[in-house]
């Protein structure tokens, strides 16, 4: 694989294809493409185009930033339902799954939340989710979309020492106060907002 030095990324900077990095530096296309491949993950390369057109490169001497995987994005990879982002979320650190069902519940989006309900398939620390929900005083919404959700998508399964059996009190998911799956509505006191025609489009 072809190294390169800062000169080298001067004289190539600017918008690129493989066999212009690869005239510009007197090496292989595929030396060149695992050079672009290395600057990329450097943070040095922007790439557009593909398929049919031709994929151009832009190469720049400073590294850009890579932005985070944050709600909407982390919505969009697991839910066949796509959502548009209601607002830039800014993420610091790790950001996951866990993170994300408490943040969609904060946005009280029908569309947002139902979407988001494909999460409980990812979750891999239960014990996070709890806390974080806990926290978030919205651990009752959760247990209900959850008994929702596994009627209609494949999830995790939840320890039963996170399981709740009662609420105190009813709680709104979003600005809907109906009591969609009486069953679980009821056991909960949580308004569910989405009916099994609203599931069936995150099937």
Same mark, same amino acid.
């Given at each position: 694989m072809a190294s390169i030095n800062e000169k080298q990324l001067l004289r190539i900077s600017g918008l690129q294809t493989a066999e212009s990095v690869a005239e510009k530096l007197k090496i292989t296309r595929q030396s060149a493409l695992n050079l672009v491949?290395?600057?990329?993950?450097? *943070?040095?390369v922007v790439s557009s185009? *593909?398929?049919? !057109?031709?994929?151009?490169?832009?190469? @720049? @001497? @400073?590294?850009?930033?890579?932005?985070?995987?944050?709600?909407f994005d982390m919505i969009n990879k697991y839910s066949p339902m796509k959502v548009v982002?209601? &607002?830039?979320? !800014? =993420?610091?650190g790790r950001y996951t799954p866990e993170d994300a069902l408490v943040d969609?519940? +904060?946005?009280?989006?029908?569309? =947002?939340? #139902?979407?988001?309900?494909r999460l409980f398939g990812h979750i891999n620390n239960w014990s996070k989710l709890y806390a =974080?929900?806990?926290?978030?005083?919205? $651990?009752?919404?959760?247990?209900?979309? &959850?008994?929702v959700a596994k009627q209609f998508v494949r999830v995790r399964k939840m320890?039963?020492?996170y399981e #709740? /059996?009662?609420? /105190?009190? $009813? =709680?709104?998911?979003? !600005?809907?106060?109906?009591? /969609?799956?009486? +069953?679980?509505?009821?056991k909960y006191?949580? &308004?569910?907002?989405? /009916?099994?025609?609203?599931? +069936?489009?995150?099937k």
């Open positions: 491949s290395r600057l990329k993950k450097a *943070g040095h185009g *593909g398929g049919k !057109q031709k994929r151009i490169y832009t190469i @720049t @001497t @400073t590294k850009h930033r890579i932005k985070q995987e944050g709600l982002p209601l &607002y830039d979320h !800014q =993420v610091h969609a519940l +904060e946005t009280k989006n029908f569309r =947002v939340i #139902l979407a988001s309900m =974080v929900a806990r926290k978030k005083d919205c $651990w009752k919404k959760l247990c209900a979309l &959850y008994s320890p039963k020492k #709740l /059996n009662a609420g /105190n009190g $009813w =709680v709104q998911i979003t !600005q809907l106060k109906t009591k /969609n799956f009486p +069953e679980i509505s009821e006191k949580v &308004y569910i907002p989405f /009916n099994k025609q609203d599931m +069936e489009e995150i």
